[in-house]
């Protein structure tokens, strides 16, 4: 898989092509990518995906927070890892935003020959979206390429979607969120120094430094697997704000606890796969209470955790 963050430069034969946010690469989108590349491939095309970044809902002022479930990076990682040749991370900038339906796609037809374009049932493209599935249908006709429209994948509670993923994030409902991407909700972190509390308790943990627009699960303690190098470890993981040893909210803090590890990790990017939650964050009356709960924590996590 390649990735391209501008069409410049770029020049692809025929293809089949998908466009869309698809932040969280949920359930539903898996469905257009797999129609993709299974019909791409099929007859010996290209299976191309153009995406955005930073979100349209961002850029239009309709989402105040711009946190995202899956970095570029990452989302362009899961589009090659479900076999899309190419993707094209687009900026998406007021200039984009102007663009009607028909200039952009006559600009990406400059750049790529799609000959089929995928889209989800409520897919719309252009200045107040009026490039609807009706309107692209007309518009293939001039621009000579077919559109398939796939119907939606459901969830217990409908459609499923990037908002119902992200609500089931905020509430900590971890297991949701795995249903609904069809794998456990990760994120990359650096690790950096901390306080040093963990080593000084017996809890040795890595304080993770996250890129600032990540989505993060509600605070609380978590059952984690964690890559290093190439290899998982079981883990607890706490997001929070340390309230027994702060009195005073700091930032949110990230720091996970690797079982039966024992190895520098500072400067090392790791992953954490959440696979459950735990508890709540609690603010403890002493040290003494908050390691009873830490090595009950531990214990639960083993149980949890297979590898």
């Known amino acids: 898989m390649l990735h391209y963050r501008s069409l410049d430069n770029i020049n692809l034969g025929p293809s089949f092509l998908t466009i869309g946010s698809f932040d969280g690469v949920h359930i539903g989108h898996q469905a257009i990518i797999h129609e993709l590349t299974g019909k791409a491939h099929a007859v010996g095309e290209l299976a191309v995906v153009l995406t955005f970044y930073p979100h349209p809902a961002v850029v239009l002022g309709k989402r ?39 200039g952009f796609l006559i600009l990406v037809k400059n750049h790529i020959d799609f000959k089929h374009l995928i889209v989800g049932y409520d897919f719309a493209l252009g200045k107040n979206r009026t490039g609807n599935v009706e309107a692209l249908q ?34 900590g409902d971890v297991r949701e969120v795995r249903r609904l991407l069809g794998r456990p909700f990760r994120i990359n972190g650096k690790v950096i120094h901390g306080d040093g509390r963990g080593h000084t308790i017996g809890i040795p943990t890595a304080n993770l430094s996250i890129w600032g627009e990540q989505a993060l699960p509600a605070p609380g303690v978590y059952a984690c697997l964690v890559e290093v190098q190439g290899r998982f470890w079981k883990a607890v993981t706490n997001i929070g704000y340390r309230p027994t040893f702060l009195d005073t909210p700091m930032d949110l803090q990230v720091e996970t606890h690797l079982l039966d590890f024992d190895a520098n990790l500072y400067g090392e990017v790791i992953a954490l796969s959440f696979e459950d939650r735990l508890r709540a964050e609690i603010k403890f009356s002493g040290v003494n209470q908050l390691l009873e709960q830490i090595n009950q924590d531990i214990t639960t996590a083993r149980n949890i955790l297979t590898i």
């Open 64 to 102: 105040q927070a711009p946190l995202y479930l899956t970095s570029p990076e990452e989302r362009a990682h899961i589009f090659g890892s479900l076999g899309v040749d190419f993707v094209i991370t687009y900026p998406f900038t007021p200039e984009t935003a102007n663009l009607s339906y028909e």
């Open 138 to 171: 007309t518009l293939g006709a001039q621009l000579k390429y077919t559109l398939d429209v796939l119907p939606p994948v459901h969830g217990d509670g409908g459609p499923v979607s990037s908002s119902q993923v992200r609500m089931s994030l905020l509430k």
